[in-house]
């Protein structure tokens, strides 16, 4: 999550800078989530990321119809894997998260 949050500024390259507010509410979601996660407060972090996730999503409706279907999509097994514990589908999902949004991770 940590990479994903440092690379957020990318997407308003992407997608312009009338996604800010959005993406400023999707950094603040991100940042509590990690907050409660460094707390320990494993469902407050849950939410947190999860929110953040389906505020990411909505970007999608900027591009096309179908790119933000998929996005909601994605966003939702990202839910579903996190609700799971399964940290593999988590950071699968964030993969593809930033692979349909033009910022694909780099590689080391």
């Known amino acids: 999550m940590e990479s994903f949050l440092g690379r957020l500024s990318e997407l308003r390259v992407v997608l ?10 999707v950094r603040g979601e991100l940042l509590a989530g990690l907050a409660a996660r460094d707390r320990g407060d494993m469902p407050e972090a849950s939410v947190r990321v999860a929110k953040s996730m389906a505020e990411l999503a909505t970007l999608g409706d900027r591009l096309e119809a179908g790119e933000g279907a998929l996005m909601r999509v994605v966003t939702a097994e990202f839910i579903q894997s996190m609700a799971r514990g399964d940290s593999d589908a988590m950071e699968r999902g964030v993969d593809r998260i930033q692979a349909r949004a033009g910022t694909p991770k780099q590689k080391p």
Request: aromatic fraction near 0%; hydrophobic fraction near 40%.
């Open 16 to 25: 312009g800078d009338d996604v800010a507010p959005v993406l400023e509410k």
